[in-house]
């Protein structure tokens, strides 16, 4: 195994532990409400750009996350009631909405913050390296990666341990059967997009410090995300983790071992998932 | 109670109910008989105001109130509960959180989990069962309770004893004959006439999309031959 070791498996995890946070929100948002949301990359790359300013303005990266994640998911209820209700039931027109909102989302922020490449503020206990094994790494990629492991908690926590996850879960099993016991699932819908898009924007936040925030970053971590979730299953928690596992070690390796086929490692196996698993390692049936 | 009136619903361009007429007074179980594609799914579907079929005409009173026009969500929250065709159990939700999915399990007015699993102690061993982990009667048992977890007056039931054992469902119709007497409305489609005969103070044939005979189930036990003439068997 020429050039792997322990730094680039950290890499490969750290930046599985992002994908999973961005992805986490896509595959909610697909599961429950059937809709691709093309625009989620875009959501991702404003919550990054947002972060940077607030955090920029107040010097408190917190805020700056945080802010990221409450504006995202407005533009996410602003997405679902402004524009998606139009199209409510028609798969296609919704993903080409949602296609069509990513670029005008992109556009928009190349109008806002320009064309430069920013890098996400980190606060001071988070710079620096620790050391692990035999040399250092980024104390902030660490954190990043517990903040994955945090998120899959809270969200396994929230879908299993509440009502509202038993209600989401429903949803995805039967969305119609859930309206007939007196649910407004729409509601349910709503919650659910707004934090897949806060999810989106927390990505673009934390994501924004070592990936950095360019114009195009928002389909890099689109298709990197629609991987992880077409791997995993549509709509599953533990899919998506697993989807961002393979795809974030996949990658880490591939760069490393097989550079001019970095892509190719990641979507190969896709593809043969695809053909023994259509719907992915924990996906159902609708 | 219920007062559907003169209702024409459509699938696309398929006009499957063709001016359905009928009624259910406060705590009676009422059956519709029918054989296969008559429109008796269709017009469950259509009292719950599910996205598909399609109402064009008529009325759906409830206790005077107009149903049309509302969603599904609507509906039930006036009472009135699905047990669906095919169960329709959640794959993902464990027995106990089909029940307390709607109400939080400290809920101490009207049925509560505790009630349900007093009536079917099967569920009450099977709690932590997922959905699609059970056998079918028990499956039908669970799709009855969730239903009842909204306190209904009123319950459409779509085939419950269709696929399960001869003693699952003489089972049932206990049930449901005991939830009759408890002043639950009930209406119940069944493809089985002695099911029916069995739970039921009145019977709809319907054909076609059109109730073609009403009789009471004390008529029926008198002369059985005019409902007999209406289902085709002779």
């Known amino acids: ?286 | 109670m219920l007062e559907v009136k003169n209702l024409h619903s459509f699938y696309g361009d398929a006009h499957v109910l063709h001016g359905t007429t009928l009624h259910v007074k406060p705590g009676e179980v009422v059956a519709l008989l029918g054989r296969n594609g008559m429109g008796k799914t269709t017009l469950i579907r259509s009292i719950m105001r599910l996205a598909q079929p399609q109402v064009k005409t008529g009325s759906l009173l409830w206790k005077g109130e107009e149903l049309l026009g509302l969603s599904p969500h609507e509906v039930a929250k006036r009472r009135i509960a699905l047990v669906p065709q095919g169960r329709r159990l959640f794959p993902s939700l464990s027995v106990t959180e089909h029940l307390t999915m709607l109400k939080a399990a400290s809920v101490k007015e009207g049925w509560t989990v505790d009630r349900v699993f007093e009536m079917f102690p099967r569920l009450a061993e099977r709690r932590s069962h997922r959905g699609n982990q059970l056998s079918g009667g028990e499956r039908q048992m669970l799709a009855v309770g969730r239903a009842l977890m909204i306190d209904p007056e009123l319950v459409l039931m779509d085939e419950p004893s269709e696929g399960l054992a001869p003693v699952m469902v003489q089972h049932l119709e206990t049930i449901i004959a005991n939830l009759g007497k408890t002043g639950l409305g009930i209406l119940l489609v069944e493809q089985n006439l002695y099911s029916a005969l069995a739970v039921a103070d009145r019977l709809y044939v319907l054909e076609t999309g059109k109730v073609v005979h009403e009789v009471s189930a004390a008529e029926v036990r008198n002369d059985q031959s005019p409902l007999m003439r209406f289902l085709g068997v002779h």
């Open chain 1, 1 to 286: 195994m020429s050039g792997l070791n322990l730094i680039q498996i950290l890499n490969g995890l750290t930046f599985a532990a992002l994908l999973f946070i961005v992805a986490s929100g896509f595959t909610l948002i697909f599961g429950l409400l059937r809709i691709v949301n093309l625009a989620h990359g875009a959501l991702y790359l404003f919550g990054g750009y947002i972060a940077y300013s607030v955090t920029g303005m107040t010097g408190n990266f917190a805020l700056g996350v945080l802010s990221s994640m409450l504006c995202v998911a407005l533009m996410g209820v602003v997405l679902d009631l402004g524009l998606l209700r139009f199209v409510r039931g028609f798969e296609l027109r919704q993903v080409l909405l949602t296609l069509g909102v990513a670029f005008v989302l992109n556009d928009l922020a190349l109008v806002i913050w320009g064309g430069d490449t920013f890098s996400m503020p980190v606060p001071e206990m988070l710079r620096g390296a620790v050391r692990v094994g035999g040399g250092f790494y980024p104390k902030y990629r660490l954190f990043v990666l517990v903040l994955g492991l945090v998120v899959f908690l809270a969200l396994w926590l929230l879908l299993n341990r509440t009502r509202l996850g038993a209600l989401i879960r429903a949803g995805v099993d039967d969305a119609e059967m859930v309206e007939a016991m007196g649910i407004n699932i729409r509601r349910v819908f709503l919650a659910t997009f707004m934090l897949g898009a806060s999810l989106a924007g927390l990505g673009g936040a934390v994501g924004g410090a070592f990936l950095t925030l360019y114009p195009t970053a928002d389909a890099e971590i689109l298709v990197f995300s629609l991987a992880v979730v077409i791997i995993g299953g549509r709509g599953s928690l533990v899919g998506a983790a697993v989807g961002a596992l393979l795809v974030g070690l996949l990658n880490s390796i591939g760069q490393v071992m097989f550079p001019e086929l970095a892509y190719f490692v990641i979507f190969g196996p896709m593809a043969a998932i695809l053909a023994f698993r259509p719907l992915g390692l924990f996906g159902r049936a609708a």
